[in-house]
C-alpha cells in the first residue's frame, strides 16, 4: 500500500500532537490527494474539515503542494512517491 | 409587570466571570461580588478568530466557544470544566454536503431550554441554524430552516448582507416552551418557530427597512441584535439596521421606540442588552449610521443609552467615558449585563478597550484596554 510523507504547517500541529511531519498510507488504486487527506483525517481526526470545506473544496487560505506544485483538485492522482506539503497561505492581519 | 429590584429580593452572585472573545482569541475577566477590582487572564486560542463563547447556565461549567483562523476552517471547542481544558467538537456546525453551501463560521451559540440538558443552537455566516443534542460535541443542520423552500427568498444569496458575511443570530429559546423559538438574520429579519425549528415565518411587520425598494416588505430585514425582556419571554426588544423597536407578543407588530432617542445620536448601533430583573429597561451603543455609515461613536463621543420605560424615552450614560475624540465600534455580542440586583453593564470595543459599569450604567470604567478587537463580552 503507497505511503506519502505530509508536511504539517504550524496552524494544524495541535492535530499531529506537535509532528511537523506525518506519514500516511492509503489503500486506494490508484491514489489520490483526497485518499492522503481521509487517511490524515483518520489518524489525527479533526484536521481535514480545517482544510476541505463540506462541499469539498479546499479552503481559500490552505494550499497543498504535491512535489512542489500547487495542487487544489482533491481528485488528483498521486505518485507513488509523491512528496506532500501543507502550506497555510497569506491570509491578512 | 415589571420586576424592579426594588420589589423583588435577588440575591448577588458571589462573583462575577466575563468570556471576552476577539480576534485573535479568548480572554476572562474576573471580580468578586464588589466588582471593583478585576483580574484579566488569557490568552486561550491564541491567534484563533472567537466569534462568541457562552456558558450553560444549566450546568455552570460547561463552555462553547465558536472560532476558526485566517486560514483554517470554523469549528466548536467545548470544555466541561470551566474552561480550564478544551476538546474540539467531532462534527463541527457544516451545511449537507450536496447543497453546495459553506459555513464561513459559527457566529452565535445559544444554551437550549432547561428541559433540554445537552441541547444547544448555532448560528452562522452565512445563515444557517444547527442543533446539538449531545453538548456541543456534534451538530446536525436544522433541515427546517437550512432547506426551507423559502429560505433564499428570506436571506438572499451567501454572499449577500454585512461585511462580514450575513449572520443567523439571536437564537432565543421561550423559557416556557422548548419548541417556540425566534431568531436573527442579517439579513432575513426576524423568524418564529413554533414547533422546535421545523418551520418559520417571518415576523417584521412594523419594521424598517429603508434600504428596500419597498420598506414594508415581509422579509429582508437587517436585525442587529434581538432579546428577551428580563423576565417576560412575551417582550422582545430589537437594536436593527434602522431604527429600535419592541413587540409585545401575542401582536406581530413591532413598535418604534427610536423615536424618543437624540436627533443628533440617532437610532443605529450593533447591541442590545436587556436588564433581567425589569422588562421595561434596556441599553443600547448607539453608532453612527449617517452618510457612510462610519458605525463609530456619533461625533466621537461614545455613550451608552438606556431605556427604563420600555424605550418611551432613553437616556444618555457616558460618565466615566472618553468626552471627546473616542472612535469605538461595539459589535452586537459585545455588550451584556449581568444578574446582580444592581446590574453591571459591560462592553467591549473593536479598538481592545472593555468597559464596566456596576450600577446600570451611571459610571463607567475601563476594565482592560490593549486587547485585540473584541467580538463578543458575555457573563459566564
Known amino acids: 500500500m503507497p505511503a506519502f510523507d505530509v508536511a504539517i504547517p504550524t496552524p494544524l500541529r495541535s492535530y499531529t500532537g506537535g509532528a511537523d511531519r506525518v506519514r500516511v498510507t492509503v489503500t486506494a488504486q490508484p491514489p489520490r490527494l483526497a485518499d492522503v487527506l481521509a487517511a490524515l483525517d483518520a489518524a489525527h481526526p479533526g484536521i481535514r474539515f480545517r482544510m476541505v470545506d463540506e462541499a469539498g473544496r479546499m479552503r481559500p487560505h490552505v494550499q497543498i503542494f504535491v512535489d512542489a506544485r500547487i495542487e ?7 505518485a507513488p512517491d509523491a512528496q506532500i506539503m501543507i502550506v497555510g497561505a497569506l491570509s491578512g492581519g | 409587570m415589571a420586576q424592579r429590584t426594588g420589589s423583588t429580593r435577588i440575591a448577588a452572585p458571589r462573583r462575577v466571570r466575563l468570556l471576552v472573545t476577539t480576534r485573535k482569541g479568548l480572554w476572562t475577566m474576573t471580580s468578586d461580588a464588589t466588582r471593583r477590582s478585576w483580574k484579566l487572564a488569557g490568552p486561550q486560542f491564541l ?13 455552570g461549567k460547561t463552555l462553547l466557544a465558536a472560532a476558526r483562523t485566517g486560514h483554517l476552517g470554523p469549528t466548536v471547542f467545548r470544555s466541561t470544566d470551566g474552561g480550564r481544558s478544551w476538546k474540539e467538537a467531532v462534527k463541527p456546525p457544516a451545511f449537507a454536503a450536496d447543497s453546495g453551501r459553506v459555513v464561513d463560521h459559527t457566529f452565535w451559540l445559544a444554551p437550549g431550554h432547561a428541559s433540554q440538558p445537552g441541547v444547544w443552537w448555532a448560528g452562522t455566516s452565512p445563515q444557517g ?42 437564537v432565543l429559546i421561550d423559557p416556557r416552551d422548548a419548541l417556540h423559538m425566534y431568531i436573527g438574520m442579517s439579513s432575513g429579519g426576524v423568524f418564529e418557530s413554533q414547533d422546535g425549528g421545523a418551520d418559520w415565518r417571518p415576523l417584521n411587520q412594523g ?22 425582556a428580563g423576565g417576560n419571554p412575551d417582550r422582545l426588544y430589537q437594536q436593527n439596521h434602522c431604527g429600535l423597536f419592541r413587540l409585545d407578543r401575542p401582536a406581530t407588530r413591532w413598535q418604534d421606540i427610536g423615536v424618543g432617542m437624540p436627533k443628533s445620536v440617532g437610532y443605529v448601533g450593533f447591541p442590545m442588552v436587556t436588564h433581567p430583573h425589569d422588562e421595561d429597561t434596556a441599553w443600547i451603543f448607539p453608532m453612527d449610521g449617517t452618510d457612510v455609515w462610519p458605525r463609530i461613536s456619533p461625533g466621537g463621543k461614545p455613550a451608552a443609552y438606556r431605556t427604563r420605560d420600555g424605550g418611551k424615552s432613553w437616556k444618555r450614560q457616558a460618565d466615566g467615558m472618553p468626552k471627546a475624540q473616542a472612535w469605538w465600534t461595539v459589535k452586537r455580542q459585545a455588550m451584556t449585563a449581568d444578574a446582580f440586583p444592581t446590574v453591571g453593564v459591560y462592553f467591549g470595543t473593536t479598538s481592545g478597550e472593555l468597559w464596566g459599569s456596576r450600577d446600570e450604567g451611571r459610571i463607567w470604567k475601563c476594565l482592560a484596554a490593549h486587547l485585540p478587537h473584541i467580538y463578543s463580552v458575555t457573563v459566564a
Open chain 2, 207 to 228: 419594521v424598517r427597512a429603508d434600504f428596500q425598494p419597498n420598506p414594508d416588505i415581509e422579509f429582508g430585514h437587517d436585525p442587529h441584535c434581538v432579546r428577551f
Open chain 2, 47 to 59: 491567534g484563533h478568530i472567537v466569534h462568541h463563547a457562552m456558558l450553560d447556565p444549566r450546568d
Open chain 1, 72 to 78: 487544489r483538485d482533491p481528485q488528483a492522482v498521486l
Open chain 2, 129 to 170: 441554524l444547527f442543533r446539538s443534542a449531545d453538548g456541543g460535541a456534534t451538530w446536525e443542520g436544522v433541515a427546517g430552516f437550512n432547506a426551507h423552500p423559502q429560505r433564499k427568498a428570506w436571506c438572499g444569496g451567501d454572499q449577500d448582507g454585512t461585511p462580514d458575511g450575513p449572520k443567523l443570530h439571536s
